[in-house]
């Protein structure tokens, strides 16, 4: 499991005086990004393969508020990822000072061809740094339709 740890700023928080929703959001991408940079997915090596991560949704949960002056923690654990890499799914858990648990978030991506804008597997070099990390529990083989699954069609279309 991967940790970052973050400083509440007074920009964090929203008019109720507790960490705002985009800030959580803001969180984990930092944590994202913080991880797979430490896994050898920087901005030079996405540039060089023309490639970027996005996000297909992020679902959150929230148990405790979180204020100025604490200091939190944001874990990410891998918990699906396709065979060539092209999807991938990740959980967070948001820690308080006292190490309780005030908030999760499951989210779902991929990474897009900045080229050809289509989605698009790794490179057997970048899908092997995925491929030798850890594999937690619950950790599973996703396909294309893991992406689809909250996709809703209105009637009236």
């Known amino acids: ?38 896994q050898g997915f920087d901005h030079k090596i996405m540039a060089a393969h023309e490639i970027g991560p996005v996000v297909f949704y992020e679902h959150v949960y929230y148990f405790k508020e979180a204020f100025p002056g604490k200091p939190i923690k944001v874990s990410l654990e891998v918990m699906g990822l396709s065979e060539d890499g092209m999807f991938f799914e990740f959980h967070h858990n948001f820690y308080n000072h006292k190490g309780e648990n005030i908030a999760r978030c499951e989210m779902m991506g991929a990474w897009i061809d900045l080229k050809a804008r289509k989605l698009t597997g790794l490179t ?31 009637k009236n279309l």
């Open 124 to 154: 057997n070099d970048l899908l092997s740094k995925f491929s030798a990390l850890e594999k937690v529990e619950g950790f599973r083989v996703l396909t294309k339709e893991d992406s689809r699954k909250f996709a809703r069609i209105p």
């Open 1 to 38: 499991m991967y940790f970052k740890d973050f400083e509440i700023r007074w920009s964090d928080v929203d008019a109720n005086r507790h960490l705002a929703n985009s800030a959580y959001i803001n969180f984990m991408s930092h944590t994202r990004m913080a991880f797979l940079i430490e």
